[in-house]
Nanobody, 115 residues
Framework: QVQLVESGGGLVQAGGSLRLSCAAS????????MGWYRQAPGKQRELVAA???????NYADSVKGRFTISRDNAKNTVYLQMNSLKPEDTAVYYC?????????WGKGTLVTVSS
């Protein structure tokens, strides 16, 4: 079992920044791949940024150059630094990992970007 808890969402003006955190607990010693997804109202959940099992980072084209994913293995935490936020970044952001073929999701944190 893996538990993921997100934090750091909120309301920000366009052009502003936020940093999301995802703390993992449970059977996490085998986790390598972790990432962030988001779901805007009326849209499908989409990948934002993620670490692969090999350790490299992938980003959605829409956030490249603005968002940065990082991790602190000592704290079992993954971060998403979001800069130059746009109204279209408004969504619920979810932390995700997969272990032995099972997907685990956090409950999500809402990010609202006002124009």
């Amino acid at each position: 079992q893996v538990q993921l808890v997100e934090s750091g969402g909120g309301l920000v003006q366009a052009g502003g920044s936020l940093r999301l955190s995802c703390a993992a607990s449970g059977s996490i010693f085998s986790i390598r791949a972790m990432g962030w997804y988001r779901q805007a109202p009326g849209k499908q959940r989409e990948l934002v940024a993620a670490f692969t099992s090999g350790g490299s980072a992938n980003y959605a084209d829409s956030v490249k150059g603005r968002f940065t994913i990082s991790r602190d293995n000592a704290k079992n935490t993954v971060y998403l630094q979001m800069n130059s936020l746009k109204p279209e970044d408004t969504a619920v952001y979810y932390c995700h990992t997969a272990l032995y073929g099972i997907n685990y999701w956090g409950k999500g944190t809402l990010v609202t970007v006002s124009s």
